[in-house]
């Protein structure tokens, strides 16, 4: 089943503790980014990676890093996590040029 | 910098009324859009993109939207909308030379459909 996996789907941490949040696609896309959705302001985009070992910033990447070193994969790290970060994060995949987005199921984090 | 608006943030119909949800875009050069839809609890789903081509486009479940290019609008229709459509909807809008990866989405509009 063609799929986007976010791991974990919930996480409450404290803040500056570093914490991953795993992304994995199986339909061999080229193209990945992360979104974060807060009330009001829709999803706003973090990173964006055209293809292995290529990323870019998006709106709003201050706090974040990416790596994409295998094709499947697109970890998003939070090396010092702050309360504004407190979000709900969603991972997506598509082929190139971006066309239609396959969304995982999203990534609750709440930062105390 | 780019920017996509949804006038609506909040609409409440009842069920069988007609809906429109506006978007509009800043960008003057070649767009691709899109809509997509995220029921309750659930992540986003395409409705529908455009590319190119016939402006009036159809998508899932009923839905359409028309690309004005001279108004930078993108509207989402559907003549007569079920309790099922209950949901958010997210316009976004991405350069169409596919050399960039900004998919920009506009704040999204969340729709109520009354039984």
């Known amino acids: 089943e063609a799929q986007v996996t976010q791991n974990p789907r919930y996480l409450i941490t404290v803040t500056g503790k570093k914490l991953t949040v795993t992304c994995s696609q199986n339909?061999?896309?080229?193209?990945m980014s992360w979104y974060r959705q807060d009330p009001g302001l829709g999803l706003r985009q973090i990173y964006y990676?055209?293809?292995?070992?290529?990323?870019d910033k998006g709106d709003v990447p201050e706090g974040y890093k990416v790596s994409r070193k295998e094709k499947r994969n697109f970890p998003l790290i939070l090396e010092s996590p702050s309360p504004n970060q407190t979000s709900l994060y969603f991972c997506?995949?598509?082929?190139?040029?971006?066309?239609?987005?396959?969304f995982g199921e999203g990534s609750r984090l709440t930062v105390l | 910098a780019q920017s996509v608006s949804q006038h609506n943030h909040h609409v409440i119909l009842s069920e069988a009324a007609s809906l429109e949800l506006g978007c509009n875009y800043s960008y003057g050069g070649t767009v691709n859009l899109f809509w997509y839809v995220q029921y309750p609890g659930q992540h986003l789903q395409l409705l529908l993109k455009?590319?190119?081509?016939?402006?009036l486009v159809k998508g899932i479940k009923g839905f359409e939207a028309e690309f004005i290019k001279s108004k930078f609008s993108f509207n989402l229709r559907k003549p007569s909308v079920q309790w099922s459509d209950t949901a958010e909807y997210f316009c976004?809008?991405?350069?169409?030379?596919?050399?960039?990866?900004?998919?920009?989405f506009g704040q999204g509009t969340t729709l109520q459909v009354k039984p």
């Open positions: 997506a995949s598509s082929f190139v040029p971006p066309g239609e987005l396959f």
């Open positions: 976004a809008v991405i350069h169409g030379s596919g050399n960039t990866g900004k998919l920009i």
């Open positions: 990676s055209m293809n292995v070992e290529v990323t």
């Open positions: 339909m061999n896309h080229e193209y």
């Open positions: 455009y590319f190119s081509g016939d402006p």
